[in-house]
């Protein structure tokens, strides 16, 4: 019981951190799409197509586009509480356990 009284009285901050995490989610999930314009864009100039390159490949074992989109996906991951079902679980796993 104290454990949902207490999930209640930090909804508020939850609230506020879920709203700031979507946000971030969502402009990560920009950039990989902006990047990815950049990594696929056929550049004349020798040097943009270097640099396009070093996106692609530079030194990593995937494209940075790609990367970007997995810690998006990592990030909207991060908000499962909002799940009616998961949030449920979680709570009565937590109450039960502590």
């Given at each position: 019981?104290?454990?949902?009284?207490?999930?209640?009285?930090?909804?508020?901050?939850?609230?506020?951190?879920?709203?700031?995490?979507?946000?971030?989610?969502?402009?990560?999930?920009?950039?990989?799409d902006?990047?990815?314009?950049?990594?696929?864009?056929?550049?004349?100039?020798?040097?943009?197509?270097?640099?396009?390159?070093?996106?692609?490949?530079?030194?990593?074992?995937?494209?940075?586009?790609?990367?970007?989109?997995?810690?998006?996906?990592?990030?909207?991951?991060?908000?499962?509480?909002?799940?009616v079902?998961?949030?449920?679980?979680?709570?009565?796993f937590?109450?039960?356990?502590?």
């Open positions: 019981m104290f454990h949902i009284l207490w999930a209640f009285a930090k909804a508020g901050s939850v609230g506020l951190f879920s709203s700031r995490i979507d946000k971030i989610g969502g402009i990560l999930a920009s950039y990989a902006a990047i990815q314009a950049i990594e696929n864009h056929a550049w004349k100039s020798a040097s943009l197509q270097e640099m396009a390159n070093e996106l692609k490949q530079g030194g990593h074992a995937e494209p940075i586009s790609k990367a970007f989109k997995k810690l998006a996906v990592l990030i909207n991951n991060l908000d499962a509480r909002n799940n079902f998961v949030g449920i679980f979680l709570n009565l937590f109450a039960v356990g502590f």
